[in-house]
T-cell receptor, first 115, second 113 residues
Framework: GAVVSQHPSWVICKSGTSVKIECRSL??????MFWYRQFPKQSLMLMAT?????????EQGVEKDKFLINHASLTLSTLTVTSAHPEDSSFYIC???????????FGEGSRLTVL | KNQVEQSPQSLIILEGKNCTLQ??????????LRWYKQDTGRGPVSLTI?????NTKSNGRYTATLDADTKQSSLHITASQLSDSASYIC????????????FGRGTSLIVHP
């Protein structure tokens, strides 16, 4: 089946630094990628939707200057948490879908801890 | 507004017992409904995907049903195992555009020995 790879799986950084998380579709072309964050024992919260070659669409309340999303190719999307603060510590998950089938595949998630 | 409601919010059962999770949705026009299992600290893993014409689909001990008329789905887990402890998420996609999915808040299942 289709595989979506996320990297890194976990990262610890100091407050004020920026962190980049990559999401790759390994065996299919992802026309759309989604980014979510998830706090402990809570459901997935959609942050933004990105289509290849165009600007991401952010959900209400998500700061686009804080969470930079780039979907430069059909197999790669990146989420950069800029000037990270401890409250940005969370589990970030990406998913990818194809326009052909609409199937949705998830990455394994990235645990971000900001000290 | 597209919505997906799941119930119960949490469920505790004994190992070996069966259980059923519910998902009601208002997503339109309907494309497909998926059930995912999410272990703590992991990404969701697909259990089943159902389209409009499908009523039942099984994946091992997991059986999903879909009633497109009442816009309801259920996920039945048979002979539960400790490894079934996880969050189960119902996701419904609408036809057209980028198939942007609508997520339920999930049901947290705990299986006790």
């Amino acid at each position: 089946g289709a595989v979506v790879s996320q990297h890194p799986s976990w990262v610890i950084c100091k407050s004020g630094t920026s962190v980049k998380i990559e999401c790759r579709s390994l065996d299919f072309q992802a026309t759309t990628m989604f980014w979510y964050r998830q706090f402990p024992k809570q459901s997935l919260m959609l942050m933004a939707t990105s289509n290849e070659g165009s600007k991401a669409t952010y959900e209400q309340g998500v700061e686009k200057d804080k969470f930079l999303i780039n979907h430069a190719s059909l197999t790669l999307s990146t989420l950069t948490v800029t000037s990270a603060h401890p409250e940005d510590s969370s589990f970030y998950i990406c998913s990818a879908s194809t326009r052909m089938t609409g199937e949705l595949f998830f990455g394994e998630g990235s645990r971000l801890t900001v000290l | 507004k597209n919505q997906v409601e799941q119930s119960p919010q949490s469920l505790i059962i004994l190992e070996g017992k069966n259980c059923t999770l519910q998902c009601n949705y208002t997503v339109s026009p309907f494309s497909n409904l998926r059930w995912y299992k999410q272990d703590t600290g992991r990404g969701p893993v697909s259990l089943t995907i159902m389209t409009f014409s499908e009523n039942t689909k099984s994946n091992g001990r997991y059986t999903a049903t879909l009633d497109a008329d009442t816009k309801q789905s259920s996920l039945h887990i048979t002979a539960s195992q400790l490894s079934d402890s996880a969050s189960y998420i119902c996701v419904v996609s609408a036809r057209g555009g980028s198939y942007i999915p609508t997520f339920g808040r999930g049901t947290s299942l705990i299986v006790h020995p």
